[in-house]
Every structure is written in C-alpha cells, then in structure tokens.
C-alpha cells in the first residue's frame, strides 16, 4: 500500500485561531479541533495540521518542522525567519486590515518623540525587531520582554511600551499615546523552502492559497440577483458598480431579463431603493463563500 503524502501545515494558536479556522471553513476546509489536543483533523487526508503560537511559527517552517504555516510579518522579522512568503492573507483577530505595532507612552510622559527614547526602559513582546529598529534610528534604549499586560507596565515598569493594536482601544483605555508607529503586520502564508521546491507540496499549498484569498475577497461582497423588464434594463445597468460586468440572462417571460452581480457588501444598503427606482423586482442579496479573480 502507498502512503499518503502529507503536507504539514501549522496553524495559529490563540489570537488568531478562531479567525483562521473561520477562514479555511470559508475556503472549503473543515477542520475539527479537540480542547485536548494540538493536532487539527482537516478533512483532507493529505494535509496534517499542528496548532502553533504565531510567535514560533516562522521558525519551525524554516527548519522544516512543518512544511508551511500562517503567521504575522511581524513574527517573521521577530525571529529573522529564512522562509519563502507565499501570499500576504490581509485579516486579523477583529477585522480584515492589517495591525500596527506602535510606540506608546503614558498620556503626561515628557517622551514626544521616538529619539526621546534615548536611555529610557521599553517593555515590549516584539524585542529583536525593536532592538534592530531603535538602532537603526541611532537610538539606544533597554528593551526588555514582556509576558503580557503590555499596556500596564508605564510609567513604573516602563518608560515606554511597543505593543501592536489593531484599533488604539487598548491603549486609550490605559490612558497611553502613540508616539510612533514601528512596524505594520499581516498575516502570511509561508513555505519552508525545500518544501516549497518540492512539486508536489508546492502545488498543494498554490491551492490552499489560491482558495483562502478567494475566501477573503468574498468576506466583503455579496451577490445580487434581480429581474429586470426590458425598458428598465439600461438604467438598471447605470445604477450597477461591478468587478468586471453582469451576468444577464432572458427569462421565460418575454421581455424580462435575470441580471447577476457581485458588489462591495457596503454599498447595498444605497443601491437596493435606487435598483428598486430604476424598474428592478424581486431582488435577492446572497452571501458568498469565495470569489476567484
């Protein structure tokens, strides 16, 4: 009996997680994980999952512990990871943008700008990539690891935080400012390189990758299906953003049209009063779970 190739894939554990899994479920993926256990069933025999803290995840891809991981740019450069970046995958814990790593201090702090860093104490998770940036700045600072609660280490821990936030919540709620913003994230798809040379596995991974962006580009869009009468037609049309055109088709009753689209979710709230004025019925908005360019 031949035995089954595997792709090794790591996923991310903790802020991530959930995110991730939503979006492989969207991609086609089911993926079934026990409290109990670090290693994800997929539904896919060839792949093998493993939960990974995104912190490690480039090193271990790099060693070829795993074949290829989802993790930040951030962790990437963090461990000065060799890895080769498949695909940029823009979402986060709370949204579909990438996430900023800033310098913050208290609100009454006499630090305004980042060369007033100068001889100062930073707590901070992101340490390598701190030390390499404040050196490149010329400035020289003591940056020490922090194990969580960031945000409360100034003004008696810390003279400074470098901490990532996705919308400041975090820091206005601990009464801090931003002074600079050091570095911004996303989330990667990356390959150990041998295994991205292998054939097999690269094309593999090219699939996942190629269904997990067309889950995220599907995250803010929707279809829309209405008919449309002859004479409304043109002005149907006009009302009409698209990604590239309709998809028009004639129904069984003369003079009737069936008109297809997929539009930003945003604007549908506008559009459907304005379709409905120009001389569109039976309209019907529909979630979708991917769109392949």
């Known amino acids: 009996m031949l035995k089954t190739r595997k792709l090794k894939i790591g996923l991310p554990k903790g802020s991530l997680q959930e995110s991730t899994l939503k979006l492989f479920k969207k991609a086609g993926y089911h993926i079934s994980v026990s409290s109990r256990s670090y290693y994800p069933a997929f539904d896919d025999a060839e792949v093998q999952a493993m939960l990974i803290r995104a912190q490690e995840m480039a090193g ?32 986060a814990k709370e949204g579909l943008k990438p996430i900023k790593w800033v310098v913050a201090v208290p ?11 100068n001889g100062k104490r930073i707590s901070t998770e992101l340490v390598n990539y701190t030390k390499r940036y404040l050196k490149q700045k010329g400035i020289k600072a003591d940056v020490e690891f922090s194990w969580g609660a960031t945000e409360v280490k100034p003004p008696h821990l810390a003279d400074a935080i470098v901490e990532l936030t996705e919308t400041g919540t975090s820091l206005r709620a601990n009464n801090l400012r931003i002074v600079d913003t050091m570095l911004i ?24 990758v190629l ?13 829309l299906k209405m008919n449309v009468p002859d004479k409304c037609l ?22 009737w049209y069936d008109l297809d689209v997929v539009i930003d979710e945003r604007t549908v709230r506008d559009l459907i009063p304005e379709l409905k004025r120009a001389g569109a019925t039976g309209i019907v908005e529909y979630q979708l779970n991917k769109v392949i360019p």
């Not at 994230?185 to 996942?208: H, P």
């Open 185 to 208: 994230s996303s989330t990667r798809f990356v390959a150990n390189s041998k295994a991205w040379r292998d054939r097999w596995k690269k094309q593999k991974m090219e699939n996942m």
């Open 60 to 91: 271990y891809v790099e060693k070829g512990i795993l074949d290829c991981g989802l993790t930040g740019r951030d962790w990437i450069l963090e461990q000065n990871a060799d890895v080769h970046e498949v695909a940029e995958l823009i979402y």
């Open 234 to 255: 043109n002005a149907v049309m006009k009302c009409l953003p698209s990604m590239n055109s309709p998809t028009i088709s004639m129904l069984t009753k003369k003079g």
């Open 211 to 223: 269904l997990l962006r067309g889950a995220l580009a599907a995250e803010e869009k929707v279809g």
């Open 107 to 117: 609100q009454d702090s006499q630090i305004k700008k980042l060369k007033d860093l």
